[in-house]
Nanobody, 127 residues
Framework: QVQVVESGGGLVQAGGSLRLSCTASGLTFDDYAMGWFRRAPGKEREGVSCIPRSGSNTHYTDSVKGRFTISRDSAENTLYLQMNNLKPEDTAIYYC????????????????????WGLGTQVTVSS
């Protein structure tokens, strides 16, 4: 049984930092690209970042480029999202997902590229 579990969310002031973690079990972590998505209140789910199984050639949505960094630790089967210089508009539930593919596809921002999902962790950025 595949389990994907996020942690690390919380309340932070604008300009602050958080690091989200995601552990994946029941699958061969090294075989799949991994991604972070978020859903802000009243908005559609948005692809935030994707990392292929190789760990190189990462992808980010434009609004987080230069502020967020995705990484993965194969030894720990863990995915990370380091979020710096947080803004109130980053407030959302953040979801971790395991792709159906080894690489980030051109449509990585689409949830349909991802097969297994966590329940999410809340990130709230106060102004």
């Amino acid at each position: 049984q595949v389990q994907v579990v996020e942690s690390g969310g919380g309340l932070v002031q604008a300009g602050g930092s958080l690091r989200l973690s995601c552990t994946a079990s029941g699958l061969t972590f090294d075989d799949y690209a991994m991604g972070w998505f978020r859903r802000a209140p009243g908005k559609e789910r948005e692809g935030v970042s994707c990392i292929p199984r190789s760990g190189s050639n990462t992808h980010y949505t434009d609004s987080v480029k230069g502020r967020f960094t995705i990484s993965r630790d194969s030894a720990e089967n863990t995915l990370y999202l380091q979020m710096n210089n947080l803004k109130p508009e980053d407030t959302a539930i953040y979801y971790c997902a395991a792709s159906s593919y080894a690489d980030c596809t051109p449509s990585w921002r689409s949830a349909r590229s991802f097969r297994y999902w966590g329940l999410g962790t809340q990130v709230t950025v106060s102004s």
